[in-house]
């Protein structure tokens, strides 16, 4: 979509609002908010003159979106984006605030001005209702909505027919209209008619909120005026419509302030039930008020708490409160007792975030301190002291961030330094819960409780076996994900745990496939004797974990709103996870922002991606077919099995070679089946078997790619391909095979890392009859580290191609 301004629109669209018709640069401009009448403007939106961004939101629901033509070039347009952002914000705030004020003093006239409303209007002697204080503006009843200061801040207008609008501009949110006097206890509900009927079936001072969607802020408001009330929430009923709204946000109100609920029984209102059924039923419906299950919930387990004696001296009152059987709270009670002695040993955890530091902090200069920290303490390969540096900040920026990548952190032995570096993290990280062991039921209803950082340690002995705690960990990847349901309870309820937060799993070896892939690698390494690390004892952190939490809080929403450039030569998932922490970086300034992507790449670029089987397969037979162009099956599997430092001489259960046929299930997945091979391949009429061609497709989708111009293919050399006999590649490829694989069979790999002469006495051998420099053909090999390139044939078909074309440009 080219124009800016419709694709803005869209986007507004996209959110479940509709944008205004024409879209004006640089000016706020308002419209109706998501589901709301012509007339409404709780909408708002800006785009910026320069047409490269905006921001819009929907003030009745609290949507807050910003859209951008294209993401931020650099540091520098970054801060700038997340400055214009915060500026729209806060000039639609202003204005919003402006026009509260100028509704307010509109209001304040007109209600002055206006009569006393007469019991014999339309609308009134329709509802069976008295005014209650109501007045009349022309034909139309007028009720003020005041704040808790009594100022009025928004009329209501209501004609004839009971057609409702509120004063453009005025202020709803938190304000209300009060009827009666307040002894003890208060009702609140929605509407006027429904509040006044309810006030005349009981007595009851009522307090009209005017919507559902209000019911919570003025229940709150009225508990901060008087704690000690009684507050009851009365609910309309509105089951013919999904989700019942008008009970969800009376139950949503009353579990606010530790107030009750009360329903009508049937479809609609306490003033349809004052109609259909008289006041003495309005009067009954009110004071069977419960309280909500939440509130129950916390009842339970505040009695959780009492003593034998003292428990059973108020078991039945509170039955008989929260409108239950005495049997069943007995058991809901020892049911929490019993949760209660399990977890008691969480006591210890002290989850109360820090004091932030009183002044600003330089972000470069923190994570500089939090790196030198981790060397200080832990030995480790490199890069990953800047990783965990910035992991550490993540953890207490983690509601800002989309993606929560694991922490990995693995070493090949014991006494590596896991442990140490697991109780140095302890130690910085926001809310740390440490665990040797967990279940996964354990995990998702911790982070339900407390959405702590989770720090599991000794990983190697309960994880690779357990299904479905990787499934929980795994589900925590992505915020929009974050989610495992679960039944709970004696009527099997189902309900939604949370799996959103921050995690590191310690342990030896290689973490399961799923959950690397999910990860920050974090390699550790046994000390040295010649190398010294400081012994970790006490917290000497409090005042770095000050300023960590003062840097978190005054960058949540600009890490939040943040797009990094992520680096090319990495997959898009490692991208993700390194997504939050180079926001971090950016943030930070300084050399981090490069220094962050310089770890990415060395930590999770994709020569280090871990592969899973059929892609460790897939790799294989690239570097095969690269050789030999062409492979029967049974030559493929046979050349499998003589990889020693590879699974395939013992694969499977048996320990046996692997076989043509599990190389062709194996790899089928991703489109790759035997073929009849060609016949100037060598083989005879009707062979099957694998080509390069046929699964080039394949390498090129599911393999890291090669670092440099695409390798020529064996079986199209050109011109180039008639400079040397079938005869003499076989025997350059055998010499060169042999001296790089220490007399191994021809054919085999050369090994990973060769050394700079190795390289050199190939290119030496690849060039003997070619004019090319063996020496620049050498260094340009080196040069792509890529262990591809090591092969005898591979370095060959280079030199062919480089005699015709000349060296690839940088």
């Known amino acids: 979509m080219s124009d800016p301004k419709e694709a803005f629109r869209q986007a507004i669209r996209d959110a479940g609002l509709e944008p205004p018709q024409a879209i004006q640069l640089g000016k706020i401009q308002r419209f109706p908010g998501q589901g709301k009448p012509p007339g409404n403007d709780a909408g708002w939106c800006v785009l910026f003159e320069d047409c490269l961004g905006g921001c819009f939101g929907d003030w009745s629901t609290g949507l807050s979106e910003t859209w951008q033509a294209r993401r931020p070039a650099d540091d520098a347009e970054r801060k700038q984006w997340a400055e214009r952002v915060a500026n729209a914000r806060r000039d639609a705030e202003r204005q919003r605030e402006q026009e509260h004020a100028e509704a307010a003093r509109e209001c304040a006239e007109i209600w002055r001005k206006a009569a006393p409303a007469s019991p014999d209007h339309p609308y009134l002697t329709a509802k069976g209702i008295n005014p209650h204080g109501a007045k009349i503006d022309g034909d139309r009843l007028v009720i003020p909505i005041q704040n808790s200061a009594g100022e009025i801040r928004s009329l209501q207008r209501i004609d004839s027919e009971g057609n409702k609008r509120f004063h453009p501009g005025g202020e709803i949110s938190g304000n209300y209209y009060p009827i009666g006097k307040v002894e003890g206890q208060v009702v609140v509900a929605e509407g006027f008619a429904t509040a006044a009927s309810i006030l005349q079936a009981t007595g009851h001072a009522v307090v009209v909120a005017f919507n559902a969607g209000n019911l919570k802020p003025v229940a709150e408001v009225l508990r901060v005026k008087s704690p000690d009330i009684r507050i ?51 009067a009954s419906a009110i004071e069977q008020a419960v309280i909500p299950p939440s509130d129950a919930d916390a009842e339970v387990a505040r009695l959780a708490k009492l003593d034998a004696l003292k428990y059973d001296q108020v078991r039945e009152a509170i039955a008989r409160e929260l409108g239950v059987r005495v049997s069943t709270l007995d058991r809901e009670v020892k049911k929490a007792r019993a949760e209660t002695e399990a977890t008691s040993a969480t006591a210890a955890f002290d989850f109360e975030d820090p004091e932030p530091w009183p002044d600003p902090v330089d972000g470069a200069e923190l994570l500089d301190e939090i790196e030198e920290t981790v060397e200080m303490y832990a030995v480790t390969a490199d890069h990953v002291p ?81 299904d479905e705690l990787r499934g929980v960990l795994n589900s925590g990847h992505t915020r929009s994900n974050a989610f495992v349901i679960r039944t709970v309870g004696d009527d099997h309820e189902p309900r939604r745990f949370s799996t959103w937060g921050a995690k590191v799993v310690a342990m030896i070896g290689n973490l399961p496939d799923t959950l690397a892939d999910r990860a920050i690698p974090v390699a550790m390494r046994r000390k040295l004797p010649s190398e010294k690390v400081r012994r970790l004892r006490g917290d000497p952190f409090e005042e770095l974990k000050q300023r960590i939490a003062r840097f978190a809080s005054d960058h949540l929403e600009a890490i939040k709103q943040a797009e990094p450039e992520i680096p090319s030569g990495i997959s898009d998932r490692a991208g993700d996870n390194w997504e939050p922490l180079l926001a971090i970086a950016d943030q930070a300034g300084g050399g981090w922002p490069e220094k962050a992507r310089t770890a990415a790449l060395a930590l999770s670029g994709a020569p280090a991606e871990a592969e899973s089987i059929r892609t460790m397969l897939l790799a294989d037979m690239r570097r095969l077919l690269v050789e030999h162009t062409a ?28 076989t043509p046929a599990k190389v062709a299930r194996l790899v089928s997945g991703f489109d790759v089946r035997p073929e009849k091979l060609p016949s100037d391949s060598g083989y005879g009429p009707g062979t099957r078997g694998y080509t390069l061609e046929g699964a080039r497709d394949a390498f090129a989708r599911y393999l890291p790619p090669v670092q440099s111009a695409n390798v020529p293919s064996a079986n199209n050399h050109g011109g180039c391909g008639n400079s040397q006999s079938a005869n003499e590649h076989a025997r350059l490829a055998g010499s060169i095979s042999a001296k790089l694989n220490d007399g191994r069979a021809s054919g085999t790999l050369a090994p990973s890392n060769p050394s700079g002469a190795e390289i050199l006495e190939v290119a030496r051998e690849a060039c003997h009859d070619l004019k090319v420099d063996p020496s620049k053909l050498a260094e340009f090999i080196a040069k792509q580290n890529d262990p591809e390139l090591y092969n005898p044939a591979a370095v060959r078909r280079w030199a062919e191609v480089i005699e015709q074309r000349g060296f690839p440009r940088d």
């Not at 279940?439 to 950082?453: D, G, Q, S």
């Not at 492979?631 to 050349?639: N, Q, V």
């Open 631 to 658: 492979l029967s099956s049974t030559d493929l599997a046979d050349k499998l099995a003589e990889m020693e430092e590879r699974p395939w001489p013992e694969f499977g259960k048996a320990g046996n070679p692997i």
């Open 232 to 282: 009851i929430v009365a609910a309309d009923d509105d089951r013919k419509t999904e989700g019942n709204p008008g009970i969800a946000k009376a139950t949503e109100a009353a579990q606010a302030v530790g107030g009750s609920v009360a329903k009508p029984g049937q479809p609609g209102d306490f003033n349809d039930l004052h109609a259909a059924e008289g006041p003495a039923t309005v």
């Open 386 to 466: 800047t990783a965990v540096s910035l992991w550490t900040l993540l953890s207490w920026s983690i509601d800002a961030a989309r993606i929560a990548p694991i922490l990995a952190i693995t070493s090949p032995e014991k006494r590596c330094g896991k442990t140490t570096l697991l109780a140095l993290l302890t130690r910085l990280v926001r809310k740390p819960l440490p665990a040797s062991n967990i279940t996964p039921a354990a995990v998702f209803r911790a982070i339900e409780k407390w959405t702590p950082t989770l720090l599991i340690d000794e990983a190697d002995t309960f994880i690779r076996h357990n």
